[in-house]
Each structure stands twice: as C-alpha cells, then as structure tokens.
C-alpha cells in the first residue's frame, strides 16, 4: 500500500524508513517546513530565566531541538522538562535531560497530548508558580506569537500558575515542485493513505491545491481534532490512530 507521510522533511524520513521495512510503499511529501526561531535574542532571555520556572513544557521534538540549539555554553541543563508524546521525550533524551527529569504519557497511554500531559502535572501546579511553553511559530504570525493549542497554559492559570511563552522554531508552507504537485494530485485518488499528525499540515495542503477534490481519497489522522480537519477537507474515508507506530501501522494496513 502506498503511504503518503506529511510530517516534517527529518521525522517524515524516520517514518518512511519503518513503513518501507514493514512491507508499504511509504513516500514522504512534507507539509511543514521547519525554519529557525524569529526571534533569537528572546530564546537567550528564556534560557537567563531558567531558575524562575517550575518546569518546561516542551510541545513537540522540534521545539526541543530549537531551544536547546540556542542553549548559551554555560547554561544548566533544565529540571524539569515536560513532553506530550515519545518524539519529544526522545529529543530531550538526546538534549541531554536525564529520564528521571522528564514528564510524559507513557508509552501506552491512550493518546500523546496536552491533556494526557495535563494529568501528570496538575497535581504539581500551586498558586505562584511558573512554567515556560516552548513552541513554534507560523512565519505569518511574527516573532512574537506563539502557534498551537493554548488549552495547557489556561488550565495552568486556573490552578493559579503563570505561564510564558518562547518561539523555538518557525513553521512554514513548504512550496512544492512540479513532481511534489503531481504526486499529491496521483495520491487523491489513488488509493494511496495519506498519514496526517498535524492539522496545520491539512490546511497546507488545501492551499498548496485549492482546487484538488479529495472525496476519493483516504486518510489515517494520529488524534480526533486531526481527524476533523481532515474530514472537513473532504477526504472520503478517515480513520483515527494513537501516533505510537503500531498503532498507525494497524490502522494502515485496516484500510486495504
């Protein structure tokens, strides 16, 4: 069956890799492109400031890779660094921060996100305390915006807490070729399964074709509100997956 994987150009290949080993066609059309941080001089501030938070909530691997590039030569390492899923808990790993100073769903856990994340922390949340968001950025957004869910930093409030935010990395449109256009039109109709783990990655590709029809094409979507954006872009047939990588190759392979 032939895979179309959206992630980001360095996971998109990870991804490839495992499929093409499990016996799919799995080809890569990344629909994230991944820049530097607007905003340079506001990761070295964050990083001066480090003692005043009671952990670092990181939102993806991206955002941990772009902090810790920006890591001044005589900073510490954080404390305590907090992470949604296993790719970031793996890019912390290799960052440096040892596992016991790391918070995360574990690997079984029904679903990677802010709310399994919320679960494990809250308990740790007093009035006066603070915790610093680290997250990307659309390039239309500025340097000084933050993109993404902002359901953790409110529920962080609601305990009494205080939140800041840091832009680590900017996410932008990839601009497609001539042969990544033909590929993404083949794949609407094709049969192919398009893997979706971000729903910004949705609206990239509606714009990147605004004109496609994607009422014969077919989709597996790594969390509900994925799978809506999905859905509202006109795929025929969705399916939902945990993003652990059996659970995405079940749902692939429920789909021939």
């Known amino acids: 069956m032939r895979v179309i994987v959206t992630r980001p150009q360095r996971e998109a290949q990870d991804w490839v890799q495992v499929l093409q080993q499990a016996g799919h066609e799995a080809l890569a059309l990344p629909l994230i492109a991944i820049a530097p941080a607007p905003d340079a001089a506001a990761l070295q501030q964050a990083w001066r400031q480090l003692g005043g938070y009671l952990g670092l909530m ?125 590929l993404a039109r083949v794949a609407a109709g094709d049969g192919s399964v398009w893997l979706f783990s971000s729903s910004e990655a949705v609206l990239n590709l509606q714009a990147s074709l605004p004109q496609q029809d994607w009422r014969a094409a077919r989709a597996v979507a790594t969390h509900a509100r994925i799978a809506q954006a999905v859905r509202a872009a006109g795929f025929a047939v969705v399916r939902e997956s945990r993003p652990a990588l059996a659970d995405v190759r079940a749902s692939i392979e429920s789909m021939q």
């Open 58 to 182: 990181f939102v993806s691997a991206n955002a941990v890779d772009g902090f810790f590039a920006a890591r001044p030569a005589d900073a510490p390492l954080p404390l305590q660094a907090w992470a949604t899923g296993p790719g970031t808990v793996g890019a912390l790993l290799r960052a440096g921060i040892p596992a016991p100073h790391i918070t995360a769903p574990p690997a079984d856990a029904p679903q990677f996100d802010s709310e399994a994340l919320w679960q494990l922390v809250a308990g740790r949340i007093v009035p006066g305390v603070r915790v610093l968001v680290v997250r990307g950025a659309d390039a239309a957004e500025g340097s000084t915006q933050g993109a993404g869910r902002d359901w953790f930093a409110r529920q962080v409030a609601a305990a009494g807490g205080a939140v800041d935010f840091v832009v680590s990395y900017q996410r932008c449109r990839p601009q497609f070729d001539a042969a990544q256009l033909q």
